[in-house]
């Protein structure tokens, strides 16, 4: 077979996806209450309290950065899509809390021994190659203090593999439709994403892509990266088992 397998998506096409289109469709996908609700997940899996300063890498337009800052923590965050750093300062104001957004790139972070804790949520780990998924973790630990924590929130592999491929979702406001259409590539282990638009008229279409690792592999890198302990979760904190829908990790340094 032909060695021709995607190993990474390109900043380009990270941009293309979270779009204003990503934006449009938010509520639909993560209403407010289920915002609210992670934002409390995450809040007690890294064992934040008032004033603990966290970062969130991948932070997007600030749904769940913005709520954390509204619970007492000195938030952070960074992205690499302008638009969507431009909605997440909006909902900060008039959310009235300080929070630090940073356009950047997670892989070569401007912080060092800062945070208390920092989190990647929502599928936002495994977009690169595995050398630049390692140096992410690198990042992030170098960001955070001595007894700092890091949480990734990714699909479970084994789940995945699991489900009949393509599979196709499909999420709608007013007239506008957003299908997303699954496949798996069992031989990069990585999951594909076909996001097809239709909105106001008009058809557009993005491609994601990430890498699925299991638990091992992420133990594996993580106390490469600097990690003492790599503990595992199931969705929003439960019981991690091969059938979970979720994997969460939680480091600590």
């Known amino acids: 077979m032909a060695d021709n397998i995607a190993d990474k998506v390109s900043v380009y096409e990270i941009n293309s996806y979270f779009s204003d289109d990503y934006v449009y469709f ?12 992670q934002a409390g997940v995450i809040w007690n899996l890294l064992s934040l309290t ?8 991948g932070c997007g337009y600030g749904r769940i950065t913005n709520r954390l800052a509204e619970k007492g923590a000195q938030a952070a965050g960074l992205d690499i899509t302008p638009i969507l750093l ?14 630090e957004y940073v ?10 021994d800062r945070f208390d804790a920092a989190f990647l949520w929502y599928t936002t780990f495994g977009y690169f ?13 170098s960001s955070l203090r001595k007894g700092g924590r890091l949480l990734i929130d990714v699909p479970n592999r084994f789940d995945s593999l699991r ?10 406001r007013s007239d506008n439709v957003r299908i997303d259409i699954f ?6 282990d990585r999951e594909n994403l076909e996001r097809i638009i239709v909105r106001d008229g008009l058809v557009r279409r993005t491609h994601l892509s990430y890498r699925l690792y299991g638990f091992s592999e992420y133990v594996r890198m993580l106390r490469s990266a600097g990690f003492e302990t790599v503990e595992a979760f199931g969705k929003e904190g439960g019981a991690f088992t091969s059938d979970s829908s979720r994997l969460v990790v939680v480091a600590h340094k």
Not at 26 to 37: E, F, T
Not at 129 to 141: G, H, Q, T
């Open 26 to 37: 938010g509520d639909v996908i993560n209403p407010p209450k289920a915002n609210d609700r």
């Open 163 to 172: 489900h009949k491929f393509p599979m196709c979702s499909v999420a709608q």
């Open 129 to 141: 190659d595995d050398a630049d998924n390692e140096r992410v973790l690198r990042e992030a630990a």
């Open 86 to 99: 431009k909605k997440a300062e909006a909902d900060a104001a008039e959310r009235g809390v300080n929070v």
């Open 50 to 57: 008032t004033g603990s300063a966290v970062l969130e890498l």
């Open 183 to 188: 496949s798996n590539d069992v031989l990069s």
């Open 103 to 112: 356009l950047g790139d997670m892989r070569s972070l401007p912080w060092r």
